[in-house]
């Protein structure tokens, strides 16, 4: 075993002897060790009861997003939309506005324009103290004020008036159908006894296209009630558009006849009187035969065409004037006098 150098100068010079030895030897010290890093959990912070409630008040105050109601001006026959309008707003957001304070609020706040506007500065002062504190009315309570104040005059004669006068035109009879249940609820006619059918049947028949309503006459079975009546008709009015659909055909894009610029509109439906004598209601085998024969399609003799037929009866034609002179020679004088009154009296006078 060596012996230890004690000498520093000595061991200098050995080291600087074995420098080429330690070189040769590549040895990676390891680096300095990093800690593991810890997931460490935020520190839970409590809520106060004071937070909480805020935070519930914050969720509850949200409003649904629906169609708020159209502004009010007053006008009599829009009161019962805007009243229904505010009644849906009202119970779909019934936690924000939990009080009568507040629904009755809501609702002023919507009387804007017009009268309504000078009706709710009127009111609004009315229910104001001495001390400037405004005491509300129930909601049930201001909904029959406002209904009382803004009633038209006479809502069962106008919309019985309406229904008089209304027509349906050459718009589709399911639009037509609830414009006149609109109108029949506001006039208060109900369907509930066989009068009210009739009455009713008699109303709605007329609205309809003249000859829609003669096609649901000359059916096979005659609807008794309003609701077959409408039923009925919302079925043969579906049928006819639809077949002129498939034709191509138009059917006036189911406007009303008021807004067309003809005089003339065009004609919905096709009927023929029953009782009118037509060579269209003849077979086409009869047509041919009587054809080949040189027949009149009236009478079936040959000779003469239908129009030149004797038994062709023709009320529209006019008298001449030298045909009428010979008609007064051929009469009486009692027939002549008889004439001669009658032209000085006038046919006012005529008892029928």
């Not at 937070?51 to 001006?73: L, Y």
Request: with cysteine; aromatic share 8%; proline share 6%.
């Amino acid at each position: 075993m060596s012996q230890p150098i004690s000498d520093p100068e000595l061991l200098e010079e050995q080291l600087s002897t074995n420098q080429h030895i330690f070189e040769d030897i590549d040895i990676e010290l390891p680096g300095p060790v990093e800690a593991p890093l810890i997931e460490t959990e935020p520190e839970h912070q409590e809520t106060t009861p004071e937070e909480t409630m805020a935070e519930i008040r914050t969720e509850i105050s949200k409003e649904i997003g629906i169609n708020k109601p159209t502004p009010f001006d007053g006008d009599r026959k829009k009161v019962h939309s805007f009243i229904q309008e505010c009644k849906v707003y009202l119970a779909i957001n019934r936690r924000v506005y939990s009080t009568d304070e507040a629904k009755v609020a809501f609702v002023l706040s919507y009387m804007t324009e017009k009268e309504a506007l000078k009706w709710k500065e009127t009111y609004i002062s009315s229910i104001t103290n001495g001390a400037g504190d405004i005491i509300f009315p129930t909601i049930q309570a201001f909904w029959e004020l406002i209904d009382e104040y803004f009633k038209p005059a006479d809502r069962i004669q106008d919309a019985t008036n309406k229904l008089m006068i209304l027509k349906q035109g050459n718009r589709p009879v399911e639009e037509l159908v609830t414009e006149f249940r609109l109108l029949a609820a506001q006039a208060g006619m109900t369907n509930t006894t066989p009068a009210d059918n009739l009455h009713l049947i008699r109303l709605f028949r007329n609205t309809l296209h003249p000859s829609l309503a003669k096609k649901i006459l000359f059916s096979e079975s005659v609807p008794k009630t309003f609701k077959e009546w409408m039923d009925r008709a919302i079925q043969y009015d579906t049928n006819y558009r639809m077949a002129m659909a498939i034709l191509g055909k138009p059917t006036n894009g189911g406007k009303s006849t008021s807004t067309s610029t003809s005089s003339h509109p065009k004609k919905m439906y096709e009927y023929r009187d029953p009782n009118a004598m037509d060579v269209d209601v003849m077979s086409t085998e009869k047509r041919t035969a009587l054809m080949r024969k040189g027949a009149c399609f009236i009478c079936e003799e040959p000779g003469h065409l239908a129009r030149n037929c004797p038994r062709k009866k023709n009320t529209n034609q006019k008298k001449t004037v030298k045909e009428i002179h010979a008609l007064i020679d051929a009469m009486s004088k009692e027939e002549k006098e008889e004439l001669a009154s009658l032209q000085i009296l006038g046919p006012e006078t005529q008892d029928f």
